[in-house]
């Protein structure tokens, strides 16, 4: 027997191609906890992270047949579970609290390098989503996330009114949330593309 044909990960994928239902088992059992904590970290909801864990085991069985994996079955199944996340922010982008654009840096700082991969995509979406904002809404938002001012210290330090401030970040946050139905599938497409077919 040749050396690929030893190897774990084949092993398991030629037994899903002739639709044996253990192996799919063996894969949720090994890998569903560090995949839901790995979502949880990123949408902090349990229900729409049961969500993900559900559709990325679903698909697998679903494409069984024509299941082509050139990476690590890990890594296949990390990418997957971020495809998944995003498609969750897409779908509730109008359900998922404020807070998940917010205070990103300080949420990710444990965590395992795929949750870390997440953080790094989501915060490069965000800041592609903020520089295409007018100047001054711009501004008020950097004050607002990266220097944390309060909105009365960034009021005084723009001689504005705080309810301008509140207008500006208001105005950010809409237009991040919006932006998670288009670019970021996008996004995940290319990533996925570049690095589970190299």
């Not at 969500?51 to 050139?70: A, C, G, P, S, Y």
């Not at 840096?105 to 007018?134: C, D, G, K, S």
């Amino acid at each position: 027997m040749s050396k690929q044909n030893l190897n774990p990960d084949i092993l398991i994928l030629n037994r899903l191609k002739r639709n044996d239902e253990s192996a799919l088992t063996e894969l949720y059992n090994k890998f569903w906890q560090p995949l839901f904590m790995a979502s949880y970290n990123v949408l902090k909801d349990k229900e729409l992270c049961e969500d993900v864990i559900q559709d990325v085991f679903m698909n697998i069985w679903h494409n069984r047949e024509k299941l082509e994996i050139h990476t690590s079955l890990k890594s296949y199944l990390y990418a997957c579970a971020r495809y998944q996340v995003f498609n969750q922010i897409k779908k509730n982008k109008d359900k998922i609290r404020v807070e998940l654009f917010e205070e990103l840096n300080t949420r990710f700082q444990n965590t395992t390098p795929e949750t870390q991969l997440m953080h790094e995509e989501l915060i490069q979406h965000i800041n592609m989503v903020v520089n295409n904002l007018p100047e001054k809404c711009q501004l008020v938002y950097k004050l607002s996330r990266e220097e944390q001012l309060s909105h009365k210290e960034i009021a005084e330090r723009l001689d504005i009114s705080t309810k301008t401030v509140e207008n500006h970040i208001t105005k950010a946050l809409h237009a991040i949330r919006l932006s998670m139905g288009t670019s970021t599938s996008m996004a995940m497409v290319l990533w996925l593309s570049k690095n589970l077919f190299k």
